[in-house]
């Protein structure tokens, strides 16, 4: 049965039912639905619009319709309501008839979908919260494991100054504890409730709505009832949260992707996230980390598509927000899906430290270093990148590294240049020197794993 009906007659077009249906998808709110009604049919007790036994039976009887949604969601999915608000009325109905038709007093399917969908959002947020979590702890344990590998670090995909490995781990927790905290965020600004909002302009009977609110785990009540059925910032936050990690997740994978490349060598990863050629028997492609970097476009579009769907639209509800729902419920698992995956990517890296140090002591990585020691010798900066520029240049003309120019050749630059010269040049010295708070030493990369391990700890 509809929930509406009276003023029409006649009944809607099959084609139009289906166009305007949001039950095959909106059943996922079955649960929060079916919460929402149970702390809705608590407020109207308060107000006598349900007796004390009118509201033990209703409540009893949605207890046993969760649990019958939780035993199979699907079959709420195709029972032909309009929506899932309707699924739940009707439903309820079929249990204690009459009774169940009180329950949408001062309600409006405006301020149910409002609330249900905070609830969704809500629980969402923990469990990509908890994923994230997890994912940090994998990091900070490769970054423990490789403690002392040094690896090429780039600049425009330029070998630039040699990092440690476990540098490159720390900085994606880094990344991530900005995903936490920008969650965390959206999760405080998304907690109030608009139940009792009406349709619009308020409910008619004397809920106290802070209570229901709290009752539904809510900080408060939303404080504007034409705000609190439009507005859909949380799903924007949620889902500009959700672009954003994806876009650490996808630079992440690019990474990997190279560094696991026959080119570079630097790691191989594990057999259970990578996949074979139909054709090429040698192949080993890295189909997780493509599908997370893959992946991202579509995440960035359900963002979009919100974006673009709420634009100008006027105050308060009109139907275009039911088009809030399937971009996220997609996003949503996706994004999970995606942190899972990479954390078994993480967890299976092989890092070839042999190979990464070779490539870190190619491409003439540590001439920054001997500007270094020429400004320790009095010589300004600028002058000592040009002197260093040159020494690069007859380097690269007799193909050699920078420690195997002779002393005699460096003097031939600048007699500035001693013996003294081809200490600071070892790789381990360059590494050294980064002492300063956030750079790559093993002592601030250390120190760095200690402050992540302490924050995992407490959460
Ligand atoms: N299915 C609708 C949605 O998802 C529920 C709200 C319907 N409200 C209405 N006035 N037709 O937005």
């Known amino acids: 049965m509809a ?4 003023r029409f007659s006649t009944g809607p ?9 949001s039950l095959p998808f909106d059943y996922q709110l079955a649960e929060q639905d079916i919460i929402g009604s149970v ?4 407020a109207l007790e308060q107000v006598n619009v349900l007796s004390n036994d009118e509201h033990k039976e209703l409540v009893s009887a949605l207890y046993e319709l969760l649990e019958e949604v939780k035993a199979d969601p699907m079959a709420v999915a195709t029972s032909g309501a309009e929506d899932i608000h309707s699924h739940v009325e009707a439903a309820l109905i079929e249990k204690v008839g009459d009774l169940a038709k009180k329950l949408h007093t001062g309600r409006s399917r405006n301020d149910q979908v409002a609330t249900d969908f905070r609830l969704w959002c809500r629980d969402t ?3 990509i919260l908890k994923a994230i979590a997890q994912l940090k702890a994998e990091f900070v344990a490769l970054a423990e494991r490789e403690l002392g590998t040094i690896l090429p670090g780039y600049t425009h995909l330029q070998r630039a100054q040699p990092v440690l490995f476990s540098h490159w781990c720390m900085a994606y927790v880094e990344m991530l504890e900005r995903d936490e905290s920008r969650l965390q965020d959206a999760k405080a600004r998304m907690n109030y409730c608009p139940l009792g909002s009406g349709a619009l302009a308020g409910t008619a009977y004397p809920i106290d709505r802070q209570t229901l609110a709290q009752g539904l785990g809510f900080t408060g009540a939303t404080k504007n009832s034409l705000d609190g059925v439009s507005d859909r910032d949380f799903v924007v936050e949620l889902l500009s949260c959700a672009s954003i990690s994806m876009i650490h997740l996808s630079r992440m994978s690019e990474d990997l ?9 630097f790691i191989e990863l594990a057999d259970n996230v990578t996949s074979g050629s139909s054709l090429m028997p040698q192949k080993k492609n890295p189909d997780a980390l493509e599908l997370i970097r893959g992946k991202t476009g579509r995440v960035f579009g359900a963002f979009s598509a919100m974006m673009m769907t709420l634009k100008a639209l006027p105050l308060a509800y009109n139907k275009d927000m039911q088009e809030d729902k399937e971009g996220i419920f997609d996003a949503m698992p996706t994004w999970l899906a ?3 995956m990479a954390q078994a990517c993480i967890k299976g890296v092989k890092v ?6 070779a490539a870190a002591k190619g491409g003439h990585a540590n001439a920054t270093e001997l500007a270094d020691y020429l400004v320790a010798k009095g010589v300004p900066f600028r002058e000592g990148h ?6 690069v240049q007859l380097a690269i003309s007799e193909d050699k590294t920078l420690e195997e120019l002779s002393l005699e050749q460096y003097k031939s630059v600048n007699d500035v240049f001693e013996d003294d010269v081809y200490p600071v040049l070892e790789i381990d010295a360059c590494i050294k020197a980064r002492q300063a708070v956030g750079g790559t030493s093993i002592e601030q990369v250390t120190s760095a794993i200690k402050a992540a391990k302490k924050k995992q700890q407490i959460t």
């Open 257 to 265: 992707i190279f560094y696991n490349s026959g080119e570079a060598g």
């Open 386 to 391: 040009h002197i260093v520029g040159v020494l």
């Open 13 to 21: 077009d099959e084609a139009f039912k289906q166009f305007n249906d």
């Open 39 to 42: 702390a809705w049919a608590g």
């Open 352 to 357: 070839k430290g042999e190979r990464t140090l």
């Open 3 to 6: 929930l509406w009906g009276g």
């Open 125 to 127: 947020a923990d469990h």
């Open 338 to 340: 995606c942190i899972h």
